[in-house]
Each structure stands twice: as C-alpha cells, then as structure tokens.
C-alpha cells in the first residue's frame, strides 16, 4: 500500500523510507510540499493534524510525524517547541547546552509521535520513546538535529556517531515505525 510522508523535511524522507523497507508499506513524499499549522498540545494531536490533512488533500492514506527532545532538568524543554528553539540546529544545540550549564541531571527523551490517517478519516497514532542523556559537547557528524548532542548511554555514542543503519534500528522513529506496523499488522 503507498502511503505519503506529511513532511516537507527532506531529512524525515531519508530517514522513514528505510524504515519501511520490506514491508508492504511504499512510504514516499507528498506530491507538493504544504504547510499545516502545529496547534496540538501533544506530539501525538501535532502529528494527526499533519496526517489527517495530508491525506484529505491529496485522497491518499498519509502518515504525520511530530518529533522532539524533552529535557529533564529543563522542564521538559524544548518539547513541542524543538524545531523552533532557535533558528538553527547549532543554534538550538548551543542553547540546550548553554541552558544545562552546571546541571548534573542531564536525562533527556528523543519522541516521535507517527499517525496515520486515511482519506475516510480514520485514523491511529503511536509514541515512540528512546531515554538518553545530553552530552557535555557535540560529538559525531552524522545525523540532524541535536543528535550530535544526544547520547546513549549504554553505548556511550551520540546519535550522530551512529552509522545511518545502526541509528535506523534504534531512534525514536524506529522504535515509533514498530509500534505503528504492530498496530496496523503489516506484514513485513
């Protein structure tokens, strides 16, 4: 079954297509970009809103993806707001570490909230979740976002030190993907 990704972030592309591989579900980009407005107060209603309008505007099943970093001791910022912390990503990277300077609670979760929607307008939604801790500094080149930043501890690598393949088996969106395929009973 082909189901459009709702983002207009190439990066998401990248990284949602593999995770589908072998399965019998064609995860392929929307056929223009759009914008929805995130008005949820949770990553789950923000990632419905971006399904449920994606597949009403192009008559398709869609799949919407909001993801994000909660920090402990930051009360659980930059949540919803991740994206928006500041205008880039080494610009929100320096921020969460600026704002953790002399914390030594340093536990922060990686979310992703995956819906998807159909065109009759039903609906599921999942939240994957992967625990780590933010690091001191950057470390590794791989990765967007504040993945050089975010670490696991049992491995003691940044999500950006993961090759591409061993963070496909691992992130938040994996653990989501998952969680979304038992649900739908996709056969893989």
Known sequence: MRVLLASNNPHKVDEFRPLFAGTALEVVSSPEPFDVEETG???????????QACARRFGEPAIGDDSGLSVRALGGRPGL??????????????????????????????HCALAIAYP?????????????????????????????????PELGKTYAELAPEEK?????????????????????
């Not at 707001?81 to 979760?109: C, F, H």
């Open 168 to 188: 496909n088996r691992l992130s938040h969106r994996a653990v989501a993907t998952e969680l979304l395929l038992e649900r739908l009973r996709v056969p893989t």
């Open 81 to 110: 707001y991740s994206k928006r912390y500041a205008n880039t990503d080494p610009e929100r990277i320096a921020r969460v570490l600026r704002e953790l300077e002399g914390q030594d609670d340093r536990y922060a979760e990686f």
């Open 41 to 51: 107060a949770t990553f789950a209603e923000n990632a419905l809103l971006k399904a």
């Open 120 to 152: 009759d307008g039903r609906s599921e939604v999942v939240e994957g979740i992967v625990p780590g801790r933010i690091a001191q500094a950057p470390r590794g080149t791989d990765g967007f976002g504040y993945d050089p930043v975010f670490e696991l």
